[in-house]
């Protein structure tokens, strides 16, 4: 971390039934509850058309955030039909994110987002360590059902969290 890098934010707004989210600097599991209870409230609206998660300024992603973004793809597939689209301008984030099998789970393209100015944070919640620990291991058994590679990098990480 350098002096002055400010810590991750998730802004979400909506817009005419597109819900977007957009992940700004270094996104990490600090963030996951915020991210998690705006997924159920975006399922519990159902009167939207489309959901676009906005990675043009995120930094980096960790694997917890990730599993639940894949969590939103397969609730959207299932609730709407609909698969969310992902915007990515970064080569590494673009790589990473197809190294876990995400362009099966999304529509990932390289165009920014209509509206930068509608966003705003998302409140930031007070997260109890278990609570925390079950995000990450929902998240991460998510992960492992996408492709083989994920099976195996996160089987010894899940299977620890399970005995904890």
Do not use: W, Y
């Not at 270094?26 to 939207?48: M, Y």
Request: charged share 25%; aromatic share 4%.
């Amino acid at each position: 971390m350098n002096p002055g890098n400010s810590p991750g934010r998730i802004q979400f707004a909506e817009q005419d039934g597109t819900f977007v989210l957009k992940f700004i600097g270094e996104v990490r599991l600090t963030l996951c509850s915020a991210l998690d209870s705006t997924i159920e409230k975006i399922f519990s609206a159902l009167n939207f058309s489309a959901i676009v998660i906005d990675l043009t300024e995120t930094r980096s992603i960790d694997s917890t955030t990730l599993g639940l973004l894949a969590k939103l793809s397969i609730l959207s597939r299932q609730k709407i039909g609909l698969l969310p689209t992902v915007v990515t301008t970064h080569e590494d984030i673009t790589r990473l994110l197809q190294s876990m099998g995400f362009d099966q789970v999304f529509n990932i393209v390289d165009r920014p987002i209509p509206c930068p100015e509608c966003l705003s944070d998302l409140p930031s919640q007070d997260q109890s360590e278990e609570v925390v620990k079950a995000k990450v291991l929902e998240a991460h058994r998510i992960l492992m059902g996408l492709n083989e590679s994920n099976r195996e990098a996160f089987h010894d990480l899940v299977n620890a969290l399970e005995r904890s």
